[in-house]
């Protein structure tokens, strides 16, 4: 028997369920939860953010000391190792360049003092001012100190090398004028005591070659007297080019 579109298979197909429907909700659902989810991670990576930034630049900032706080409650920097002093132009380093200066030629001061001694005692003896003992224990005292002389002397020698050239770098205003000043005097002095501390490092070398026999005492009396005669230049330049420095502006940050 034939059925028709009342029959059985009408009945079946009237009764599926209609799945369109079910899967667009489906669908709605999922992306409104994603779009959820994406503004909660925004919103918390917001906060993260404002949190991190509250104590970063600005509180690293605020817990530095004020570069300039040591000027209010120490002396003038003294000359510092680190290696970008020499690479810089600030008015420190420009103190501090004087500063080397200076301690160069005090080293140059105490060494020469000691040549000039060395020197005077000779002199002395010969004119009869004093007599051989005292001249001796001169020669000792002032040779044993020879040594310590050139020691401190070449060590501001290097410092002042090291730190050249910083006042050149630096801006000109009134306190690095005064120093470039200063510096020029220093200049004068440096050289003359380059000559001195030469001379005496000269004679000590020579008073070690001959105790070592590496020269006869002929050739060592020859060396003693021609440095005798020429040290007085040298010493009597330093002496003054040291003496014109109580007149030089100071150098001071």
């Known amino acids: ?103 160069e030629v005090a080293a140059a001061r105490i060494g020469i003092g000691h040549w000039a001694e060395h020197i005077k005692a000779r002199t002395d003896l010969l004119s009869g001012a004093q007599p051989k003992e005292v001249t001796k224990a001169i020669w000792k005292r002032t040779r044993e100190a020879g040594p310590a002389d050139l020691t401190r002397y070449q060590a501001a020698v290097a410092e002042h090398a090291r730190l050249a050239g910083s006042c050149a770098r630096a801006a000109k205003t009134a306190e690095t004028t005064a120093c470039l000043q200063r510096l020029q005097a220093l200049d004068k002095a440096v050289a003359a005591g380059a000559g001195g501390m030469g001379e005496w490092k000269a004679h000590q070398n020579a008073m070690a070659a001959h105790k070592a026999g590496e020269i006869d005492a002929a050739h060592a009396q020859t060396m003693w007297v021609a440095a005798w005669s020429t040290a007085p230049k040298n010493i009597d330049t330093f002496r003054a080019a040291d003496t014109a420095l109580r007149t030089a502006p100071a150098c001071r940050a």
């Open 1 to 103: 028997m034939t059925e028709g579109a009342s029959g059985p298979r009408a009945r079946r197909h009237r009764g599926r369920p209609k799945r369109s429907g079910g899967w667009l909700g489906l669908v709605v659902l999922a992306v409104t939860g994603a779009l959820t989810l994406t503004l909660l991670g925004v919103l918390a990576w917001a906060a993260v953010f404002n949190d991190g930034d509250a104590v970063g630049p600005q509180a690293t900032a605020d817990e530095s000391p004020s570069p300039h706080a040591d000027h209010t409650t120490s002396p003038a920097p003294q000359p510092s190792a680190s290696p970008l002093i020499g690479k810089s132009g600030t008015l420190d380093t420009c103190v501090a360049e004087v500063a080397a200066a200076d301690a």
